[in-house]
């Protein structure tokens, strides 16, 4: 896969600092800024904020 493209895969790691990522796909054109979505953290056992790492 190429990460050069409109759709490109991106990894998301939690900011409650547990180390727990996701990975997901995300549109370059309608999204230019890092990703963040409140997702499910198993470590902290609740929903955080996960940035888009680089």
């Known amino acids: 896969m190429t ?3 409109a ?11 547990t180390g727990v990522t996701y990975t ?3 549109n370059r054109l ?3 800024d890092r990703l963040v979505l409140r997702k499910y953290d198993p470590v902290a056992r609740a929903h955080v904020a996960f940035r ?3």
Request: hydrophobic residues 20%; aromatic residues 0%.
């Open 3 to 5: 990460n050069k493209g």
């Open 7 to 17: 759709r490109p895969v991106v990894t998301l790691r939690s900011t409650a600092g």
């Open 24 to 26: 997901t796909r995300k």
């Open 30 to 32: 309608n999204d230019p």
């Open 52 to 54: 888009e790492a680089r």
